[in-house]
Structures are given as structure tokens and as C-alpha cells.
């Protein structure tokens, strides 16, 4: 028999969290749960981006979003404050999600713990990884979602966002992100937003 590693299991765990997400998105005629397409989309992304990625990295990765669907959006208000107490509430969500699936496997705690912190975003600037992690981020965003993000917002909006997204990654980061190869509009957006 195969012997199958703790880190392999930690992957499949997340996977099948993520496998039970209710949202779909259709790739190519196959349809995937929402989440799942998105986790693997960040891992293909990271060993692109920086191949000796270590394990809590791939994992923090892979995690990014476990189970986004359980914390809606509209529980919170529909402005800036509103926004921001969600994406803390999930960052803590996903953090401890992840952490406990890592010590259900027996990782070390010191192991849970950076995967938690990188997945909290902590020390974005200063701590490698996490500096890593969200390049990473918004690489995938780009790549996969911003066209559709982007139909539905007013063009000064996207540009903004686009600013603030630029300022939160790395040279390397932000190189990788002008060697994507993104349609026509996205492309125009990022030109404008860069210039702007």
C-alpha cells in the first residue's frame, strides 16, 4: 500500500471541506465546488510563483479559503466597516478551520500555528511568507476573477482596487503580475490603474 503523508492528508482534508461548497463554477464544460477550484488554484499558483514553497506555506495556500461560504457576507453591514469586521472574521475562521484539521493529524502545534498565523495575514510587508502568500492572492484574483469582478463595479472603483491590491505585493509580485496573460479589458484596467 501507498503510504500516504501527513502532509497529503492535511491537502486531502482541506479538499474535501472545500468539495462541499454549495456555489459551483464551471471551467471548460466541468463544474467544480466554488472553493475547491479556488484552493487549487492557489497551489498551482504558489509552485509557480515560488517553487520551494515550504509546508506551511502550501498549506496556508491550499486553506485560504476553506469553507468561505459558511460566514455570508450580508451578516454584516453593507459598507467599508462592515467589509473589513468580515474579512477578519473569516481570516479567524479559516485560521482556526485549518489548525484544527492540523492537529487532528498530529502535526506539531508550532507547525498549526504558523499555518495560522500566515493564513491571518500577519506581518504582511515584514514576514516572508506571508508577503508570499499574498502575492500569491492576488495573482489568482487576477488571473481567475478579475474580468467578472470588474463587469460588475464601476470603472473608478476597479481602479482603486487595483491600486490598493498593487501596493500589497511584492516587486517580484507585482512583475509576476504584468507577465499574466489577462484579456484585453483587464489588461486596460491594470494599465490605467498604474498610470493613474
Avoid at 486553506?63 to 450580508?74: G, T
Avoid at 482603486?160 to 483587464?186: C, F, H, N, R, Y
Amino acid at each position: 500500500m501507498q503510504h500516504v503523508s501527513k502532509f497529503e492528508m492535511a491537502i486531502g482534508r482541506i479538499d474535501a471541506e472545500n468539495a462541499e461548497d454549495p456555489n459551483v463554477e464551471t471551467v471548460n464544460g466541468v463544474t467544480f465546488p466554488k472553493e475547491l477550484l479556488y484552493a487549487r488554484r492557489m497551489t498551482e499558483k504558489l509552485l509557480d510563483f515560488y517553487p520551494e514553497a515550504s509546508g506551511e506555506l502550501q498549506i496556508a495556500a491550499r486553506a485560504q479559503h476553506i469553507c468561505r461560504w459558511k460566514i455570508d457576507r450580508k451578516q454584516y453591514p453593507m459598507d467599508r466597516v462592515g467589509y473589513l469586521k468580515w474579512r477578519e472574521a473569516l481570516k479567524k475562521f479559516h485560521a482556526e478551520k485549518t489548525s484544527e484539521i492540523l492537529k487532528d493529524l498530529g502535526f506539531e502545534d508550532t507547525f498549526a500555528e504558523r499555518v495560522s498565523f500566515l493564513i491571518r495575514k500577519k506581518q504582511l510587508k515584514k514576514d516572508e511568507e506571508t508577503q508570499i502568500l499574498e502575492d500569491v492572492v492576488c495573482l489568482v484574483f487576477l488571473q481567475y476573477y478579475f474580468d467578472d469582478f470588474a463587469a460588475k463595479h464601476p470603472e473608478e472603483k476597479i481602479i482603486d482596487i487595483v491600486q490598493k491590491t498593487w501596493a500589497k505585493m511584492s516587486e517580484s509580485g507585482q512583475q509576476a503580475a504584468l507577465e499574466l496573460k489577462l484579456s484585453p479589458e483587464a489588461s486596460g484596467l491594470v494599465k490605467k490603474a498604474l498610470q493613474t
